[in-house]
């Protein structure tokens, strides 16, 4: 099925795309698991997992903005030497 095989693909080789979707569609089954738990008086599930494990991007210890790794490498030296930042990246 299209579930099993997007649960097998490693997150960071699967496209953005089909991550959103599939926690979309995580949320939308624990919506009715909780509204189910409601109606029948039974103790809420847990809360579903977040999605920081399938953020690959590295952040700059400068501004705190994430990059992919290659232009990580070239922010990073260039954000250091940086000295009218604006004030939303300091």
Not at 6 to 17: E, G, L, V
Not at 67 to 84: D, L, Q, V
Request: proline letters at 11%; charged letters at 25%; glycine letters at 4%.
């Amino acid at each position: 099925s299209a579930a099993a095989a997007a649960t097998t693909m490693p997150a960071n080789r699967m496209p953005k795309w089909k991550r959103d979707h599939a926690e979309f569609q995580a949320a939308l089954r624990a919506g009715r698991q909780v509204s189910k738990a409601v109606a029948n008086g039974t103790p809420l599930p847990p809360p579903p997992q977040s999605s920081e494990e399938w953020d690959d991007r590295v952040l700059c210890p400068h501004c705190g903005r994430k990059f992919n790794a290659n232009a990580a490498e070239r922010h990073i030296p260039k954000c250091t030497s940086i000295m009218a930042k604006p004030k939303m990246l300091r």
